[in-house]
């Protein structure tokens, strides 16, 4: 490089830089023509001077990318010294900057990984382009792997953060290096308690094995880190842990497969096309719910058209249509109700994080409202029968749509506690159980379906039980007495707190007594 040109990018001289374009026109050409250079950007960017950086970025912007002999790009430099300013404002021109690869394919988030967060940096990086995370070297090392190497335990919990932002933490967390390593092999290694507790609570599988065969517990038992190993045994029992490892292994791999053929090129929709037809499952969406409330030939006005049954209090408001005839409307409607439904569901997958849970939240609600409508407007029991298997069929799929397809739990609990206590009521007569038996069972049931749907989201959990109590109890000042219901609510929140209290008692027991062998 012309030593002029070098002193300009050095000292930061936006000037004299022009006035030795006006000598020379094509005095930054020839380092197009250069594969590995020190470009005046690379040098400004190493010594900080942020204006002239800019001002080359303006001019040759394929400066940016291109690597020197030590196969860095002026990211990379910016990064490695320190310089938080320069390193934002080259990404805030162009935010693929940080997925630059460089030698040993490491990009500048590897660097940042490796060298800390200085006043930020990183925050602000994921920020503009979170889809950096994923990126590996030549080594197949994520950011994660490499931050669990250097015991960067701020980088860590940055990048976890947003990795459950963007709903592929367990993807990320579980890739393996070349060796077949995890993260959580990193950190078992190199003996760091915290961020394998990180780990473990961002999904790192800790059955995982690197290609000789070992798990992160195989590694830190071969190296006695006696600490490690009491985090990974105390986490649960080994032979359920292991039975229960293998069940949802299989269980993901087979319905994995039916996802597939269900929701094939769902994932390959533009977004354009996405949008068009989110409008139209909403147009359907719409047409069905307004069908139920206006079933053909409309609804009783007065006692005279129906008479009250044993399981329909009120004839008042139910269809005037025969129980056939009624069937015949309402499961096509049903049908089509449902799967617009799913394929909505399928579409949100992109979406962010915490607006897709808002949306399945308000959707498992409006499945609520929609069976709720039928089952007040159903004029005979068997057909609310038929409409109550229907709906148990919606929260069977939801819950393998929640194990395959990134659907949250918190809808699936939704629709799976309120249709459970509308099919309750019909059992107790094929059970020959007492009203009082009957509350009990089927509160111990529901606070154990919770337990065993939502034991990791336990504020979740609590304030679905609490949110459905609110809303029985809003019931019951119009009903006038406690019922059914009202047990219900007690008994199955009694069950949620105390299926939890029985969980950490045992987790903390089963942490003890490893901690206690490991020590002696």
């Not at 940096?121 to 197949?140: A, F, G, H, Q, S």
């Not at 992160?216 to 880190?225: C, E, H, P, T, Y």
């Not at 069940?247 to 269900?262: D, G, N, P, R």
């Amino acid at each position: 490089m012309d030593e002029n040109l070098s002193a300009a990018a050095r000292t930061g001289n936006v000037g004299y830089l022009y006035r030795l374009i006006r000598l020379d026109g094509n005095a930054l050409r020839r380092f197009d023509d250069v594969e590995f250079v020190d470009t005046p950007l690379h040098i400004a960017a190493e010594a900080g001077c942020i204006g002239f950086a800019m001002e080359i970025m303006n001019l040759k912007p394929s400066f940016a990318r291109k690597l020197n002999q030590d196969g860095l790009s002026p990211m990379h430099l910016a990064v490695k010294k320190g310089h938080v300013e320069m390193a934002l404002r080259f990404v805030e021109m162009d935010k693929d900057l940080v997925r630059v690869k460089g030698k040993s394919g490491k990009t500048p988030l590897h660097l940042i990984s490796k060298v800390g967060n200085r006043d930020g940096l990183l925050d602000r990086i994921l920020e503009v382009c979170p889809e950096c995370i994923p990126d590996v070297t030549i080594k197949n090392r994520t950011a994660l792997h490499i931050a669990t190497k250097n015991n960067r335990l701020d980088v860590l919990q940055v990048l976890i953060r947003m990795l459950r932002k963007k709903d592929y933490d367990r993807e990320v967390v579980n890739r393996k290096d070349e060796d077949g390593n995890t993260a959580l092999h990193t950190a078992a290694t190199t003996n760091q308690p915290q961020i394998l507790k990180l780990l473990l609570d961002c999904n790192a599988d800790k059955h995982a094995t690197n290609l000789d065969g070992s798990t992160a517990l195989d590694v830190a038992q071969r190296q006695n880190n006696r600490e490690i190993i009491g985090i990974l045994r105390g986490c649960s029992i080994p032979r359920v842990s292991n039975f229960k490892h293998k069940l949802e292994k299989q269980t993901v791999k087979y319905l994995t497969k039916a996802s597939s053929i269900i929701f094939s090129d769902m994932d390959n929709i533009s977004g354009d096309d996405r949008n068009a037809l989110l409008v139209i499952l909403g147009l359907l969406l719409t047409a069905t719910y307004q069908a139920t409330l206006s079933p053909p030939g409309g609804v009783c006005q007065d006692e005279s058209c129906a008479k009250p049954t044993k399981y329909i209090r009120n004839a008042l408001g139910t269809s005037i249509l025969p129980q056939y005839e009624f069937l015949m409307f309402y499961v096509p409607t049903y049908v089509v109700f449902i799967v617009t439904f799913f394929l909505t569901l399928a579409l949100l997958k992109p979406f962010p994080n915490g607006f897709r849970t808002a949306l399945q939240v308000l959707l498992a609600f409006f499945v609520i409202c929609f069976h709720q409508s039928i089952i007040i407007i159903a004029s005979a029991f068997s057909t609310v029968m038929v409409i109550n298997t229907l709906s148990a069929i919606v929260f069977i799929l939801m819950v393998f749509m929640c194990i395959t397809y990134e659907l949250s739990k918190i809808s699936v609990s939704i629709v799976g506690y309120r249709i459970f206590t509308e099919l309750w009521p019909s059992f107790p007569n094929m059970l020959h159980l007492s009203d009082e038996e009957t509350t009990v069972v089927a509160s111990v049931i529901l606070g154990l379906f919770l337990f065993l749907f939502l034991f990791d989201k336990f504020w979740q959990g609590t304030i679905l039980v609490v949110g459905y109590g609110l809303g029985v109890g809003l019931i019951l000042l119009r009903v006038g007495n406690a019922g059914f219901y009202t047990q219900t609510f007690l008994i199955s929140s009694g069950s949620w707190f105390f299926f939890n209290l029985c969980r950490i008692c045992i987790k903390g027991c089963i942490r003890a007594y490893f901690s206690f062998n490991c020590f002696h």
